[in-house]
């Protein structure tokens, strides 16, 4: 199975903030990958897949890049909306892996 | 609006079959994939396995001996079982539907359910 290490596991962040989280994976998975949202007690949501398209009705201060094995996810303006938990998952290849999560705090 | 919701026993005994369906409403059940997810209180999320319509499976290797995905299309309901659970299996679980472009590297979980928490214990 293909592993997915996300980095860093926890930040503090202030509003409007630029936040970076980066997500490798153990081998190349071209573009197929996604970034997912999720809310205390709540399911994920989609925020970006194939590595940079936005999903429809997310912000735009959302934003992904990355191809091969190196990914990224960047908030260009952190809202308080945005404190969540942030999944990376790679679509790739079977099974589907998860990375371990980011969670963004309040500094 | 496609909407899923998961149903089943919220409390299972070690060694026995945990069992969950999902309920798919405003969308048919036809021409997806439909998967499992799980989440350990506190922890990450774990792809269990996926159902097309068809009725074709692929299911995690760490799960696969344990694991059964089926579907009703006449329901539009898909079901998990997960048999000989033990305490690390008590997790949220999640079903989800997933869209996925031959071809393209368009592939993501749009829908989910609300979530619902199995406990394994005695």
């Known amino acids: 199975a293909i592993q997915m290490t996300q980095s860093p596991s926890s930040l503090s962040a202030s509003v409007g903030d630029r936040v970076t989280i980066t997500c490798r994976a153990s081998?190349?998975?071209?573009?197929?990958l996604g970034w997912y949202q999720q809310k205390p007690g709540k399911a994920p949501k989609v925020l970006i897949y194939?590595?940079?398209s936005l999903q429809s009705g997310v912000p735009s201060r959302f934003s992904g890049s990355g191809s091969g094995t190196d990914f990224t996810l960047t908030i260009s303006s952190l809202q308080p909306e945005d404190f969540a938990t942030y999944y990376c998952?790679?679509?790739?290849?079977?099974?589907?892996?998860f990375g371990g999560g980011t969670k963004v705090e309040i500094k | 609006q496609v909407q899923l919701q998961e149903s089943g026993p919220g409390l299972v005994k070690p060694s026995e079959t945990l069992s969950l369906t999902c309920t798919v409403s405003?969308?048919?059940?036809?021409?997806?994939?439909w998967s499992w997810i799980r989440q350990p209180p506190g922890k990450g999320l774990e792809w269990i396995g996926y159902?097309?319509?068809?009725?074709?499976?692929n299911y995690n290797p760490s799960l696969k001996s344990r694991v059964t995905i089926s579907v009703d299309t006449s329901k539009n309901q898909f079901s998990l079982k997960l048999s000989s659970v033990t305490a690390a299996d008590t997790a949220v679980y999640y079903c989800?539907?997933?869209?996925?472009?031959?071809?393209?590297?368009?592939?993501?979980?749009?829908?989910w359910g609300q979530g619902t928490l199995v406990t394994v214990s005695s």
């Open positions: 989800a539907s997933r869209i996925a472009v031959t071809g393209t590297s368009i592939a993501y979980f749009d829908y």
């Open positions: 194939a590595a940079s």
């Open positions: 405003g969308g048919s059940i036809s021409s997806y994939y």
């Open positions: 081998q190349g998975i071209r573009n197929d």
């Open positions: 159902i097309y319509s068809s009725g074709s499976t």
């Open positions: 998952l790679q679509d790739y290849s079977y099974p589907l892996t």
